[in-house]
């Protein structure tokens, strides 16, 4: 017994959830968004998915390299960034917009702003918002083998009729990942389960948004108007999988809520008043700019200065 | 009935099952016993014997050093050997008697205690100071002061806490099952200091055994309640327990007696009933030496002052070599780099891990997941606090209620990215405190 003992300040327990098995649940989370995806859209999809998270991983590992860091690619947060951003992605568009969309959401949106836990925007949105606006047609074209024509979105902004079934399954044209409800909410409730993430966001995002439907929609409370719209785009892959992402939501508990009504009415407003059909990607990353603002407001007030609830 | 509960908390892994269903042993100390004159919150204790001396069980050796000071006892007989600085558990050197214990175990002439019935109030208190009796679940807050608030009359609840929610200790579990009838004696003597007060033992709900015994002993006392809590860490933290049990809560720059109550330790309140109804000064406590590198984990009625190697030997010493030792619990002991440091009166555990989960797990960037924040007791952001406090913004952490934090260690648990919180808050805390005292 001559050897000193370890010593560090307490607890001196860990528990055993760690970084990369969250980002790992997260990554299972999307498998069955991405699955879909390959089966509706085809070997198009497959591939521009493999590219992306190849492409994310490996400009991590470089950036990594280059700057003498420690190489972090283990924490399977670059997958999840990759994944998120491919399924945001057509399976039309060429597998150099899976390139330049991965290298941009790793060095630019989160690299450059010192990594894991320090980007201000979720870089898989950051990247697809900078594909939107630099490739607009690429990125709007949803013209596939499968499907052909307008997205239900779009074909409801301008008044026609949608397949209501077709879009809950995901049988519609759109992003690879974003079609399908089905597939989107088994992964949400897998992550629920595990307690990775909860409904203060997503639950407060989609009612605010239906309220916001309901009374600006110019369709009162139709429910068929209403689901399609919760049903159609990237709403549904927006509200589970990137809103609640932890780095760029507010961390306070009442601010999970302020954050997730403020999307819903900017999701509101771009879907009904802007040009295009969609708002989910620009109401989040305008959301996450918010973030420090709403954690400011909504600072809790501690244990024993008011407001106790067992 | 809904349970009895706070907001927040965590689930560790309990590890009770190493140690609960063995009685209680008496250890003999063999080697020479140390009693620093700290081992209580306020003026170190000024000693009364010098080098040379004889001393017998049970004789003072240190007188308290102010009013929230506590005498010390010798809790075996022998001669005194030096009195000079020793390391204790936090690593500090402190100035200590050194007893060379004869091994006779020679008694003092224990003083008679006129009846508890016929003792006034002050008597009763005074005999409470005297046995140098102080909060021995861990802070060691001089217990005939916390008994001495401005209004006794304003205290509606006396609060056992037995809710021990440390995981691996299970001395006051053994305490309830073996000495129920003095844990329960103990409490109406502190009863019977407030006249307008109720007596609460709060149970965590994974000790069922006790829940029912104190209930059965206690069924006939009007002014006693056993209540279970729920089973969760930090339950057993003051702020928190009086909240679970009564409902109140205060804030960390509140006293219990702010909100009509006082709060007590299972250990505690046993000394209380030796000190008034037998009149014996503190000698002993129970601490728990457990963990999966000792080799017969068990508790121990172990006299103050004796050796940890003692206690190790005891326990049948180490069936595989520990890489941490922990006096106290795993969430808020301290870790201590070498065995040979005495036990005090706070002394509440020995665990003995074969692995060091802190160092095995590298901190990495915080994710901003927000687990610290469910999991915080003090409803405070331990994630930014951590930020502030380790860029230094005093501004900050104060404003943002750095301060209310409990240092329980439930952040530091639950933080996927195994970051220190609670090792920097706790360090800014104590500049804070520090800076305030001047």
Redesign the interface.
């Known amino acids: 017994?001559s050897?000193?003992?370890?010593?560090?300040?307490?607890?001196?327990?860990?528990?055993r959830?760690?970084?990369s098995?969250?980002m790992l649940a997260v990554v299972i989370a999307l498998l069955p968004a991405a699955g879909f995806g390959i089966y509706n859209f085809g070997l198009d999809a497959l591939i521009l998915i493999l590219i992306t998270v190849a492409t994310t991983v490996l400009t991590e590992y470089l950036y990594e390299l280059a700057m003498h860091k420690k190489v972090?690619v283990g924490?399977f947060?670059a997958v999840v960034t990759g994944l998120l951003l491919a399924l945001n992605l057509p399976s039309s568009a060429p597998w150099w917009i899976g390139v330049i969309g991965g290298v941009f959401a790793i060095l630019v949106v989160k690299m450059l702003f010192g990594?894991?836990?320090?980007n201000f925007m979720n870089p898989a949105l950051g990247a697809r918002c900078f594909l939107l606006i630099s490739y607009t047609s690429i990125m709007c074209n949803f013209d596939c083998d499968a499907y052909t024509g307008a997205t239900p979105l779009a074909s409801l902004k301008a008044g026609e009729s949608v397949n209501l079934l077709n879009m809950v399954i995901g049988k519609t044209g759109g992003t690879i990942g974003e079609t399908s409800m089905i597939a989107i909410v088994i992964g949400a409730c897998f992550l629920i389960l595990l307690g990775i993430i909860d409904l203060k966001i997503s639950g407060s995002y989609l009612v605010a948004f239906a309220v916001f439907l309901i009374l600006f929609g110019g369709h009162g409370f139709d429910p068929v108007f209403l689901s399609a719209h919760l049903a159609g785009g990237g709403l549904m892959l927006g509200a589970f999988f990137m809103a609640t992402d932890?780095?760029?939501?507010p961390?306070?508990?009442k601010g999970q809520y302020v954050y997730g009504v403020i999307l819903g009415i900017l999701t509101g407003i771009f879907r009904l008043f802007g040009p295009s059909a969609e708002g989910v990607s620009y109401a989040i990353i305008l959301g996450n700019l918010l973030v420090p603002l709403i954690e400011k407001a909504t600072?809790?007030?501690?244990?024993?200065?008011g407001g106790?609830?067992? | 009935m809904a349970k009895l509960t706070f907001a927040g908390g965590i689930h560790p892994y309990d590890g009770k099952d190493l140690s609960k269903d063995k009685p209680i042993k008496e250890v003999l100390p063999k080697g020479d016993l140390i009693y620093p004159l700290s081992q209580h919150i306020g003026a170190p204790a000024q000693p009364i014997v010098k080098k040379g001396d004889k001393v017998l069980t049970g004789q003072k050796i240190a007188e308290a050093g102010g009013f929230v000071s506590a005498p010390i006892y010798a809790s075996v007989s022998g001669t005194v050997k030096a009195i000079e600085p020793r390391r204790v558990v936090t690593g500090d050197n402190v100035m200590s008697i050194v007893i060379e214990n004869d091994g006779l175990y020679q008694e003092v002439e224990w003083k008679k205690v006129p009846p508890f019935e016929t003792l006034t109030r002050e008597e009763k208190i005074s005999l409470i100071r005297e046995a140098g009796i102080v909060g021995m679940g861990g802070a060691g807050f001089p217990t005939a002061v916390k008994l001495s608030p401005r209004k006794p009359e304003k205290i509606e609840y006396v609060i056992v806490n037995c809710a021990e929610c440390e995981p691996y200790l299970t001395s006051d579990y053994r305490k309830m099952l073996e000495e129920p009838e003095k844990l329960i004696g103990g409490l109406k003597v502190s009863l019977s200091l407030f006249e307008n007060a109720r007596g609460i033992l709060a149970v965590e709900d994974n000790k069922p055994d006790c829940i029912e015994k104190l209930k059965k002993l206690t069924q006939d006392e009007s002014r006693i309640t056993v209540k279970a809590l729920k089973t969760k860490y930090p339950q057993g933290s003051e702020r928190q327990l009086i909240y679970a049990t009564t409902g109140r809560a205060i804030h960390s720059a509140m006293l219990p007696a702010d909100a009509g109550c006082v709060v007590n330790n299972v250990d505690t309140v046993i000394a209380i009933y030796n000190a008034v109804i037998c009149g014996r000064p503190l000698l002993y406590r129970i601490v728990t030496v457990t963990g999966d590198a000792v080799a017969d984990p068990r508790n121990f009625r172990v006299r103050i002052g004796t050796n940890y190697h003692e206690l190790i030997e005891e326990a049948g010493g180490f069936k595989q070599p520990p890489v941490k030792i922990v006096s106290g619990g795993p969430m808020m002991g301290f870790g201590i780099f070498d065995l040979d440091v005495p036990t005090t009166k706070t002394s509440s555990a020995l665990l003995c891990l074969t692995r060091d989960e802190v160092s095995a797990m590298e901190p990495g960037p915080c994710i901003n997941c927000g687990k610290c924040v469910e999991a915080c007791p003090g409803r405070v952001v331990p994630r930014k606090l951590a930020d502030y406090a380790e860029h230094y913004d005093e501004e900050a952490f104060l404003k943002n209620n750095g301060m209310e934090c409990c240092e329980c260690g439930c952040c530091s648990f639950v933080c996927p990215a195994k970051r220190p919180l609670t090792q920097v808050i706790k360090s800014m805390r104590k500049m804070q405190l520090a800076k305030k005292k001047k």
């Open positions: 017994m050897d000193l003992m370890k010593v560090s300040s307490n607890p001196h327990i860990r528990s959830v760690t970084t098995n969250i972090t924490d947060s990594g894991l836990g320090q932890y780095v760029t939501r961390v306070t508990k600072m809790p007030r501690p244990f024993g200065k106790e609830k067992a």
